[in-house]
């Protein structure tokens, strides 16, 4: 069983920055992937970046060039940092992690992006 905990969310002006953390649990953190997704209103949920077992990372065409995924696997940590942000941005925000065997959801934090 894996449990996720995501923190850092808030309402923040356009071009300002955020750093969510997700803190997870589980005896093999090293070998998940992990990924943060997000969600805004009447929207499906759909992946931000990923980050896998050996570092690699994969990222939205829309968040390219501003956000960056980083992983703490001592502190079983997940980061997403986020700059540049635009009202677009707006959404649920929520932490991800794919097992060999299943995959586990935090409960989401919201991030606003408004003047």
């Known amino acids: 069983q894996v449990q996720l905990v995501e923190s850092g969310g808030g309402l923040v002006q356009p071009g300002g920055s955020l750093r969510l953390s997700c803190a997870a649990s589980?005896?093999?953190?090293?070998?998940?992937?992990m990924g943060w997704y997000r969600q805004a209103p009447g929207e499906q949920r759909e992946l931000v970046a990923d980050?896998?077992?050996?570092?690699?990372?994969n990222y939205a065409d829309s968040v390219k060039g501003r956000f960056t995924i980083s992983r703490d696997n001592a502190k079983k940590m997940v980061y997403l940092q986020m700059n540049s942000l635009k009202p677009e941005d707006t959404a649920v925000y929520y932490c991800?992690?794919?097992?060999?065997?299943?995959?586990?959801w935090g409960q989401g934090t919201q991030v606003t992006v408004s003047s």
């Open positions: 991800n992690a794919l097992t060999s065997l299943n995959t586990y």
């Open positions: 589980g005896p093999f953190f090293s070998l998940y992937t």
């Open positions: 980050i896998r077992h050996d570092s690699s990372t």
